[in-house]
């Protein structure tokens, strides 16, 4: 007989939830929940940009690093790979554009008190990771920032972290999913021994869903415009998805896009840069089978990739809500 083990906790600005099927006679299951717990607020200490200490704060106020940690380097290589394939559209080192708009504390705190910043450049030398060197001889690594140049990696680690959270589990565990506030890794089945079914919810109503995913052995991500939006100083509305062709918040008409494909690494970052740029990221979509998406635009109106698959009500009871990704 196995059972569903949950530890819920709060890590990287967001809600986490983490679930393993397990023999409850068995070892190890306290433990391997307490280490994956450990990894997300290690990676939260690492990646923060609120934390003045954490060590990509660090980096970004010396301009760089010349002793980069192995978690950060493996994050900044992902990174450039991701925005050579985005065409730029995923690019960490839109940070001062997002201070700009007015995301410059953590979210809860921004909300309703956004507070005037100077206005940035819309064209910058400074924008792009052309303007970040990723330098490695021999064992000696080093990360050069160019003047001016700081970097945000939100759009990222939090899916790179869900990853690395699950080759925590894999060994141990049959079936397990985890779920960082709406990005989400399934492995195995559930105690059900079918996959895991996901409510993805609706953006025009949050006491719905819009119809839900069975995942197994695959990860999924959403990110939208309509959950994390504040009003700056001057009664604009604003959101944390910046076009970096613009150093400005998206003016798409995607409202939300909800992604399933192999790792969430990849579901996070693709489905942030198709809010940016539909239409070329679904062309990239539509040739690689191992990722689909779905897009719901501000009109109401929905596209569907090949393969996207979704049931329009939950077959059972307990469908586990997803929340929009940060």
């Known amino acids: 007989m196995f059972t569903e083990f949950t530890n819920h906790f709060r890590a990287m600005g967001t809600d986490m939830n983490v679930i393993v099927v397990a023999d409850p ?15 997300f607020r290690s990676a939260e200490s690492q990646f923060s940009r609120f ?8 980096m970004n106020a ?14 900044l290589q992902r990174a450039r790979q991701w925005w050579k394939q985005t ?3 995923f690019d960490p080192t839109i940070l001062p554009a997002l201070e700009s708009a007015g995301y410059d504390r953590s979210f809860e705190h921004v909300r309703f008190n ?5 206005r940035i450049r819309v064209i910058t030398s400074e924008w792009g990771y052309q303007n970040v060197t990723l330098a490695e001889s021999g064992s000696h690594r080093q990360v050069i920032l160019e003047d001016g140049v700081r970097i945000d990696l939100g759009g990222i680690v939090k899916g790179w972290a869900v990853d690395r959270a699950g080759e ?12 960082a506030g709406g990005d989400i890794l399934a492995r195995g089945h559930s105690d059900s021994e079918e996959g895991w079914w996901i409510a993805v919810e609706n953006p025009f109503d949050s006491t719905a869903n819009r119809g839900c995913v069975l995942l197994k052995d695959s990860a999924l991500a959403t990110s939208g415009t309509y959950r994390r939006r504040w009003i700056d100083a001057e ?7 910046i076009d970096p062709r613009t150093g400005l918040p998206s003016v798409s008409e995607a409202l939300s896009v909800t992604t399933c494909g192999p790792t969430v690494e990849a579901c996070e970052v693709i489905a942030k840069s198709i809010i940016v ?7 990239w979509v539509e040739k690689h089978s191992d990722i689909t998406a779905s897009v719901v635009h501000a009109d109401g109106s929905e596209y569907t990739s090949a393969g996207w698959e979704m049931l329009p009500i939950y077959p059972v009871d307990d469908a586990l809500y997803l929340e929009v990704s940060v």
């Not at 925590?168 to 779920?179: A, E, V, Y």
């Not at 740029?277 to 062309?283: A, K, V, Y």
């Open 277 to 283: 740029d539909e239409e070329t990221q679904l062309d």
């Open 25 to 39: 006679r068995g070892p190890r299951v306290a433990d391997s929940l307490s280490q994956v717990e450990e990894m």
């Open 114 to 118: 956004a507070r005037p910043r100077q």
């Open 87 to 89: 065409g730029g559209v």
């Open 51 to 58: 934390l003045p200490d954490s060590e990509l704060s660090l």
């Open 235 to 241: 009664g604009r509305r604003r959101h944390h998805i």
């Open 62 to 75: 010396q301009g760089g690093s010349e002793s980069p940690s192995e978690a950060m380097w493996d994050v």
């Open 168 to 179: 925590l589990l894999i060994d141990s565990f049959d079936g397990f999913l985890i779920d």
